[in-house]
């Protein structure tokens, strides 16, 4: 796992870098990721604007603040993403602020699910390839300490509980988790990762 981690790490790129290729592939009405289609694209566009307006809004809490700012220990989170993936839009701008906020202690670099398989394959959710994950690793020693993701807590029971009574995640249930991102303003997100780092 290691050795898969340290080659994707090379190929990764900054929050600046990321939301960059997002656009440039817009601009040419492609999506990122091996399977392109219309829909994607459509995700993707409106993902950006998501990000966009998330960077201007999302607010990391006092408590977490001081949390991040005091952390002992250098840390990278490495995230796999893909530009069309809604949560991604949603909690992406939230990592990325978290680790300003945290005193050059945490350098986030993301990179691609279908061009990172194999360290996909290590960090599955109930053996499938949901997006995003965050991997925190020792940045000293490259050792994986944990990983967080898709969703929060709460939004993945919204799904699934979703799921279980219509059998489909359609329009519907994708919207209702959109609602609970915007209500959340990312709390939960916040404070689980912020507990994951504490347990380490």
């Known amino acids: 796992m290691k050795t898969a981690i340290a080659k994707a790490l090379f190929n990764s790129y900054s929050y600046e870098e990321y939301k960059k290729l997002i656009s440039d ?16 694209t459509h995700y993707s566009l409106l993902n950006q604007t998501r990000m966009n307006r998330l960077d201007k809004t999302i607010k990391i809490t006092e408590e977490n603040k001081v949390k991040l700012n005091t952390l002992k220990q250098e840390y990278i989170w490495l995230v796999i993403s893909e530009g069309w993936c809604g949560d991604a839009a949603q909690l992406l701008p939230i990592f990325h602020k978290m680790a ?18 194999e360290v996909m394959h290590y960090f599955l959710t109930n053996g499938t390839r949901s997006i995003p994950k965050l991997i925190l690793i020792d940045k000293q020693t490259g050792s994986v300490l944990g ?4 969703r929060p807590k709460e939004a993945m029971a919204l799904i699934k509980n979703y799921k279980k009574e219509h059998a489909v995640i359609d329009e519907t249930a994708k ?26």
Request: glycine share 6%; charged share 30%.
């Open 25 to 40: 592939l817009l601009l040419e009405g492609k999506a990122t990721g091996k399977v392109q289609s219309e829909n994607l």
């Open 100 to 117: 300003l906020e945290s005193n050059k202690k945490i350098e986030m670099k993301i990179i691609l699910r279908d061009e990172n398989e």
């Open 147 to 150: 990983d967080w993701g898709p």
């Open 175 to 200: 919207t209702a988790l959109q609602i609970w991102y915007l209500h959340n303003k990312g709390l939960s997100a916040q404070n689980e990762i912020i507990d994951l780092m504490k347990n380490l």
